[in-house]
């Protein structure tokens, strides 16, 4: 895909962020936004995945160590075409495949069950290594929030990945700068990521995360870097796309009202003109 | 009865011999192989060993990945740090997901002896059995221990595994056929029940033969599952002797004591009490002392049952 491409896509996994939580009276929009791009570069563009066949034991897995985010994973699976679409309007509810954090037991192409941060990027490098002992050729990503490298488990596994040299594994923290309590500084300042990934060993890359020309470079050098795990750390704008939630702490984990719901698809359509405009 | 072996030992053994037959086995540790006896296997099979160092909650995350691509993982470590100190990794990142990882974890109970209170685990019994689709076994001794790591191969899906520090008697020969989620008769009898598990089992059975002393006819059940646990084994017996007594190397709240207890008390209410560690931590002695102390030993049931009975 195209840089256009991209962004157009993108932009429906955003409208799906907003039906999804809109519908379900709760979620997180406000990370799920921010990481939208890298949800769609990973789904539509990077990884060698196959919705047909989510069981391939050679296809790449993606961990959301970010659990919480599961309306922007949802939406890029449903739009990639694991599910329908229409099925994202069950999020959260009784029956459910969409568990408000990602369940693999109930929703086929999940890799690994999320929720709990800080658990996922272990998972993650434990199907890396899986992957070496095998003599596989897939890869790993995981996603994690800003706010979820301060539990200590992050730092574990970022050891762990370094000292096994799992260069197979992609670590990308999705830096929008705001937890629950506040901006990441004000509750227990995670800074400097990059410093404190680099001291672990990692190749770190910083990129802007919405931005589809710095995700296909640092995928692309994350690919060529060998003998080292690489941690590209994504300066993002939580809510993005929305006008009313960008960079509001308060949208971390509320859902929109219809009045806020309309306004956030009209905020998104005019995306699409702009976008259309350009093509 | 024969030699004494620890259960970590034949933990170890075990691992390395079925390396073989699982090709998709893999075993991972936290800076204890020596103690936990996986150290057996590195030496046997370094390829297929990983040191995660002194990290549990990573280990039990690092094994529900492996699992999550097929490997067969052993996570192991003491069970303080495996039942405890990653309780909510085992929760979400294992049990959850229904993911095939092995727990391995040594050294349980107040038989740790010296390190004391801090180093013996006497709730994982409790905290592992809570977790739905989780196997707890609890082996009594080496041929046990054996057949349970085999088990837990051939299971698919989380297993907790509990091994101690101590030497223990070897109480079944070579053969004896066991199944996950079956207790065995060791020894039938008519007035008392003794349900016991781990290294309780081999205390159950000296017990029993003082008190056949006494004219009293113990029968004594060995539960190596604690969850999926034999209701049928115990409330066969429960319905014949009238008595129940619990025996276990832990507190006497969460673990088998009291999974008798809900059970009896649904189906088949019982006179019953039961043998293990009372709202209090251990502390620091010889694996011997400690049992003695904690009346954990033969005479120790033997003194309990007689005082039930009384």
């Given amino acids: 895909m195209n840089n256009l491409e991209l962004q157009k896509t993108a932009n429906e996994v955003r409208k799906g962020i907003i039906i999804g939580t809109h519908a379900a009276g709760a979620g997180h929009p406000g990370g799920s936004l921010s990481a939208a791009d890298i949800f769609t570069y990973l789904y539509f563009e990077e990884m060698n995945i196959d919705p047909q066949n989510p069981k391939d034991p050679d296809r790449d897995r993606f961990v959301l160590s970010k659990g919480h985010t599961a309306p922007g994973l949802y939406s890029a699976m449903a739009n990639r075409g694991y599910f329908p679409v229409e099925e994202l309007e069950t999020l959260r509810k009784v029956g459910s495949r969409l568990q408000g954090h990602p369940s693999m037991q109930y929703l086929p192409g999940l890799d690994m069950s999320s929720g709990s941060l800080g658990q996922g990027i272990s998972a993650a490098c434990g199907m890396a290594l899986g992957g070496k002992l095998d003599n596989k050729d897939f890869r790993v990503y995981t996603l994690l929030g800003d706010g979820e490298i301060e539990e200590g488990q992050v730092w574990e596994a970022a050891m762990f990945a370094a000292a096994k040299k799992l260069d197979n594994l992609v670590v990308i923290v999705d830096n929008n700068n705001l937890q629950i309590d506040g901006t990441i500084e004000e509750v227990n300042s995670p800074y400097p990521i990059d410093k404190k990934f680099e001291a672990f060993n990692f190749h770190v890359i910083n990129i802007n995360g919405n931005d589809f020309d710095d995700l296909r470079k640092a995928f692309a050098e994350a690919k060529a870097t060998k003998g080292v795990p690489t941690a590209i750390i994504a300066k993002t704008v939580k809510g993005k796309g929305v006008s009313f939630m960008e960079n509001q702490v308060g949208w971390h984990g509320k859902a929109p009202n219809d009045e806020q719901f309309a306004i956030a698809m009209e905020d998104l359509a005019k995306i699409d003109k702009a976008l259309e405009a350009q093509a | ?310």
């Fill in chain 2, 1 to 310: 009865m024969a030699d004494k072996i620890a259960t970590r030992v034949s933990y170890g053994n075990a691992l390395k011999d079925l390396a073989e037959q699982y090709p998709d086995l893999v075993v991972l540790d936290a800076d204890l192989a020596g103690a936990t006896q996986t150290g057996i296997f590195k030496k046997a099979y370094p390829d297929r060993f990983f040191d995660c160092g002194i990290a549990e909650c990573n280990l039990m995350g690092v094994s529900a990945g492996l699992a999550a691509v097929g490997k067969i993982p052993f996570a192991s470590t003491f069970a303080m740090f495996a039942a405890g100190r990653a309780f909510e990794q085992v929760r979400n990142s294992i049990a959850y997901p229904h993911l095939n990882v092995k727990i391995g974890a040594t050294h349980a109970g107040i038989s740790v002896g010296e390190d004391g209170a801090s180093h013996q685990c006497l709730e994982d019994l409790a905290l592992m059995r809570e977790l739905p689709g989780m196997v707890v076994m609890n082996p009594a001794d080496d041929t046990e221990a054996r057949w349970a790591v085999k088990a837990a191969l051939d299971h698919e899906g989380p297993v907790y595994i509990r091994f101690g520090r101590a030497a223990v008697p070897v109480v079944y020969s070579p053969d004896t056929k066991f199944e996950i989620g079956k207790g065995s008769i060791l020894r039938e009898g008519k007035d008392v029940t003794i349900v016991a598990t781990g290294i309780l089992v081999a205390a159950a059975l000296e017990a029993a033969e003082k008190l056949a002393a006494d004219g009293i006819d113990a029968e004594v059940i060995n539960i190596c599952t604690i969850k999926p646990l034999d209701e049928d084994i115990i409330l066969k017996s429960a319905a014949k002797t009238g008595k129940v007594v619990t025996a276990e190397e832990h507190f006497i709240t969460g673990g088998l004591g009291s999974a008798v207890a809900e059970v009896l008390s649904e189906k088949l209410p019982t006179k019953m009490a039961r043998i293990g560690v009372r709202d209090r931590f251990g502390e620091s002695g010889s694996a011997a002392a400690l049992i003695k102390k904690y009346g954990l030993d033969g005479d120790g049931v033997y003194a309990s049952v007689k005082e039930f009975l009384a």
